[in-house]
């Protein structure tokens, strides 16, 4: 008998609270994904029982009933015309969710999310860049007068030269823009017409390069010299943004809202290239004359506060802990001019410990986190990010990870208040200027103090880190996890994505002869089952949890190419409530291929009468055009 798919939808609504408990609502290819308003109203128990709703979990915000490929559209068809809401998308239930969030959270995310699929490359080009700059310090070598630094410097310094670029790119996919408009945004604010951004303190560089003798940056007057006050509307200063990033960000963000808005409105006929010019257009005037000018205001009121306070002990302890807040801002490089003023006045840089002591904080927090951190992943970020800012480039640690973690970036700033405070009251300073970190030693005046200085504040960062900070981990086992899969598992599937191993030993069993109607329909997903002779399930690919069972039954695992695959343990052993079973993995967690997932008993599931045939779907088979099931 065909699902009613009405009364399907029907039942649903009625037992989540209503239209008005829900904020969102999608499907992907076999799931309703709803993000509700307040989950006491749900009735879980009622809804993993109506006809149609073939499992229910939570992730991330977001209530998702498992329906099927080819139904799960019609459901939700049925869902809108109920409750009178627009269709949405995932991202739209993914923004939805996240409003959920604290407000802290919901400010953090973006940068985190802008900011890891970039760390590979600036922290690659961080630990280049420290080491070059290293190298070039140290007397008699002569480094930096050869070909090989000026190779290895133009090559260190791409990702950070380019960062507003890569940042640009990164933000438009988090914020559902077009990369490639974002991209063009990216590039003007670091357009070679521009006075380049590290160069808006000194009077040398503006002079040369617009030909002035004043030392004033040329403004361009869009609207002539029309006046609000003081103000000239429409003035842009020309200078560049190198280093910054929140301006982007912000940028990025505006963009992708009038793009959308653009989308939206404008004629299907006209979109093409009506949308991109006046998006373009829109942002680089809000851009240029607003968003830039703030950060560029902001800048002189950082400088002058910091020329007044580096001068004493509590003004360095202040500067110590600010110091990582104006490199989240991409304010920082604007010290150089302090520190060049203080070398041309007394000779020596009393900046450089305060920066060191704050860089050198940050690098004490990631590490700490590096250590500590029971993911794999935070752990193969954290480690070479606290590497580069030992080097004394600090923006693979502070964006990769201490401020996505929070915790860590608020100890980096204790420890570098406490460490700039012990280089003011000893009088340390450099003879140069632009290294930190351990390369500081080339240029420091007192080698054991700044030892000193250095051990104090990437300790107290470590150790702040290391007892206000804990990863989410996996729950406590109560027996020992299983050693990874032993057996040599034979390919069971394949599509363009990749190979499916088999996860459990076993004999394979065709799709249609699964003692389970639904599995066996192909509603759910295509693939096969499998008369299990052991009793470990163990992921048939490198991949991330994306959904364990709270009957702990079965688990989902999403992988390359957005394979989502569905491993069910039994016929309809959900009814045994988790008795038998045993997880090892939670939700989000890396995987890989051949790493136990969780463990049954053949026995148990005998005695409650359910078959232990283990069924291994594809459940977004029919994304690929070439999937094939083998053996």
Known sequence: MALDYRKCAQEIVDHIGGRDNVAQAAHCATRLRLVIKDNSKVDKEYLDNIEGVQGMFESNGQLQLIIGTGTVNKVYDEFLAITGM???????????????QPMWKRLLKPIGDVFVPILPAIVASGLLMGLVEALAKIPGLNFGDTAWFQ?????????FAFLPVIVAISAARVFGGNIFLGAVIGLMMVHTGLLNGWNVGST????????VTDGVIPTWNLFGNFKIGSYVVGSISRHGYQGHVIPVIISIWLMCKVEKWLHKHVPEMLDLFITPLCTVFVTSLATFIVIGPIFAGLETVVLNVAEVMVHNPIGALAMGAIYPVTVVMGL???????????LASVGLNTWMPIASAANFAQFGACLAVGIKAVRQKTKTVAVPASLSAALGITEPAIFGVNMRFLKPFAAGMVGGAVGAVFGAVTGLGATAYGVTGIPGYLTINNYLLYTILLAISGGIAFAITWVIWKEDAPAEKKTEKPAAASFDAPVIMTCEAGEIAAPVQGTIVPQ?????????????????GINPTDETVYAPYDGEISTVAETKHAVGITGAGDMELLIHVGIDTVAMDGDGFETFVTEGETVKKGQPLLRFS?????????????VVLLTNADDYSDFAIKG
């Open 602 to 614: 053949k026995e148990k599931i005998a005695k409650a009468n359910h078959p232990d045939t283990v």
């Open 86 to 100: 627009s269709a949405a998308t995932k991202d739209d239930v993914k923004a939805a969710a996240a409003e959920k």
């Open 151 to 159: 190779f290895l410097d133009m090559m260190s310094n791409t990702a």
């Open 512 to 528: 249609d002869e699964i003692a389970d109607p639904t599995f066996a329909s192909g509603v759910l997903g295509q693939g096969v």
């Open 332 to 342: 920082h490089h604007m010290y150089n001019v302090i520190e060049a003023g203080m």
């Open 204 to 211: 040398d560089a503006i002079n040369s390069f617009f030909g």
